[in-house]
């Protein structure tokens, strides 16, 4: 196992003296703290390990939130002069401008404003940027024509090529240091066929089994000369429609390997969890109308937020609950945990959001009931449908997807079959890639990331 392996013990709390300058903002003062104990002997082992996640991520969180709010306010006149103060303390006291204590002083989350005009059309509109919507959005119309599609046919197949790179930064690159490189490929999976990678620049270390939790092609060389590392892939993804109002089809042959279990650091059975999955599927008499209910309350209720890097991320079911915010993951999670709370098996996939015009990283879920076998569940895009009063639309995601995205991982917190030495930048999921340099796990800011959908074709 990789270094990653830490954040299985993420989950265990902190000693007070940590925990209270964390939440102040000391975060010199609770490394500090950190490294006392780690020095102690009798510091029990899976402490030790959550303590040295934890004090890494004490590096990483003020990263995220580098504004004032003398900053964070002059973001935002930016691009609407009459953005007022008042505003401002609305939003954030609507915990729509995301903050952290950084030496006892609010900072403010760098993506704030990004995050309000995605979800917030009237801000947009005064930004004068186009109105991206939430997940699912669909301004050209192409995600409905092929939804409408797979429910006349029962099925669309499209054929996509893409490509993606990774490359160190100009100012972290340094001659004869031994790189290590990583980038997500499609898997096998039931609805990815004919996965074929047509091109690979430099030639790669190692390329991972398509059965593999978390694919990808993998390069590790003594640099000379600062260059990308690059592929290009095609595969067939074919999303099949279940219309799980028709007459019910027989059960599967077999029964599928029942994922009902807790998952550290994130997929945890808290009391709240397992109160709320009681409360939304009390009286529901079938495994498909427990999901429907967690379905419709995470797609309702829990508002689309972009979200600080998930390194710094803890308890992301629980947070997204209690907060009724969150992004595509947390909300995968979110659904993921309260259906294994209320006895239904469920599980993770993550990849792109891939449309001839735009490429983006997204995750999704999968849920298993009985006769239909395994179905699939899309909360962040369903969110974005109830965002926009398409209710056929947001139905659809429940119990069905759409052949626009590309499957890599199949699940949560797996390591990669050739681990990296350092920390990832996201150490449970790969989406835009990593990179390491000497064995240290490079930040997503210093590196470059690029993913682009070469071609896309229905079938």
């Given at each position: 196992m990789g270094r990653s392996d830490d954040f299985h013990f993420l989950h265990m709390g902190?000693?007070?003296?940590?925990?209270?300058?964390?939440?102040?903002?000391?975060?010199?003062?609770?490394?500090?703290?950190?490294?006392?104990?780690?020095?102690?002997?009798?510091?029990?082992?899976?402490?030790?390990?959550?303590?040295?996640?934890?004090?890494?991520?004490?590096q990483r969180l003020p990263l995220d939130y580098p504004l004032t709010r003398a900053a964070a306010l002059a973001l935002a006149r930016e691009r609407i002069p009459d953005f007022s103060e008042e505003e401002f303390d609305a939003l954030?006291?609507?915990?729509?401008?995301?903050?952290?204590?950084?030496?006892?002083?609010?900072?403010?989350?760098?993506?704030?404003?990004?995050?309000?005009?995605?979800?917030?059309?009237?801000?947009?509109?005064?930004?004068?940027?186009?109105?991206?919507?939430?997940?699912?959005?669909?301004?050209?119309?192409?995600?409905?024509?092929?939804?409408?599609?797979?429910r006349r046919q029962g099925s669309v197949s499209a054929r996509l090529c893409c490509r993606a790179s990774v490359r160190l930064r100009p100012e972290t690159f340094r001659k004869g240091a031994r790189v290590r490189a990583y980038l997500p490929l499609p898997c096998a999976c039931d609805a990815q066929s004919q996965i074929c990678i047509e091109s690979v620049s430099p030639a790669p270390t190692h390329i991972s089994p398509e059965n593999a939790p978390q694919r990808v092609v993998f390069w590790e060389?003594?640099?000379?000369?600062?260059?990308?590392?690059?592929?290009?892939?095609?595969?067939?993804?074919?999303?099949?429609?279940?219309?799980?109002?028709?007459?019910?089809?027989?059960?599967?042959?077999?029964?599928?390997?029942?994922?009902?279990?807790?998952?550290?650091?994130?997929?945890?059975?808290?009391?709240?969890?397992?109160?709320?999955?009681?409360?939304?599927?009390?009286?529901?008499?079938s495994p498909l109308e427990k999901a429907?209910?967690?379905?419709?309350?995470?797609?309702?209720?829990?508002?689309?937020?972009?979200?600080?890097?998930?390194?710094?991320?803890?308890?992301?079911?629980?947070?997204?609950?209690?907060?009724?915010?969150?992004?595509?993951?947390?909300?995968?999670?979110?659904?993921?945990?309260?259906?294994?709370c209320a006895g239904v098996p469920a599980r993770w996939q993550s990849g792109w959001k891939a449309e001839p015009d735009f490429c983006g990283a997204h995750d999704w879920t999968q849920f298993y009931a009985a006769p239909y076998g395994w179905l699939y569940a899309d909360p962040s895009y369903g969110c974005g449908a109830a965002r926009e009063g398409n209710e056929t639309r947001r139905r659809h995601y429940f119990g069905n997807l759409d052949p626009l995205r590309m499957a890599a991982n199949t699940a949560f917190g797996a390591d990669f079959d050739v681990p990296m030495d350092g920390w990832r930048a996201d150490p449970y999921d790969n989406q835009v890639g990593e990179m390491e340099l000497d064995g240290r796990g490079l930040r997503y800011e210093e590196f470059l990331r690029s993913k682009e959908v070469l071609s896309c074709t229905l079938l």
């Open positions: 902190l000693p007070e003296d940590v925990l209270r300058r964390k939440y102040h903002g000391d975060f010199a003062g609770a490394a500090a703290a950190i490294d006392r104990h780690l020095s102690r002997p009798d510091t029990p082992e899976a402490m030790r390990r959550s303590l040295t996640v934890q004090r890494e991520i004490l954030e006291n609507d915990c729509r401008i995301d903050w952290i204590y950084v030496n006892g002083e609010k900072r403010y989350f760098d993506r704030f404003f990004d995050s309000l005009c995605k979800t917030d059309t009237a801000i947009a509109a005064r930004a004068g940027v186009r109105p991206a919507g939430a997940d699912g959005h669909d301004e050209s119309g192409l995600l409905e024509r092929t939804l409408q599609q797979m060389e003594v640099m000379e000369e600062d260059h990308p590392f690059t592929v290009e892939f095609s595969y067939v993804r074919t999303a099949a429609y279940t219309d799980l109002s028709g007459p019910r089809p027989a059960p599967p042959d077999a029964p599928p390997d029942f994922d009902l279990n807790e998952q550290p650091p994130h997929i945890l059975f808290t009391p709240y969890l397992r109160e709320l999955a009681r409360t939304l599927t009390a009286d529901a008499d429907r209910r967690i379905y419709d309350f995470i797609t309702l209720h829990v508002r689309y937020s972009y979200v600080r890097a998930y390194f710094g991320l803890e308890a992301i079911p629980d947070a997204c609950a209690r907060n009724l915010t969150g992004d595509c993951g947390m909300m995968a999670l979110l659904f993921i945990t309260l259906c294994r």
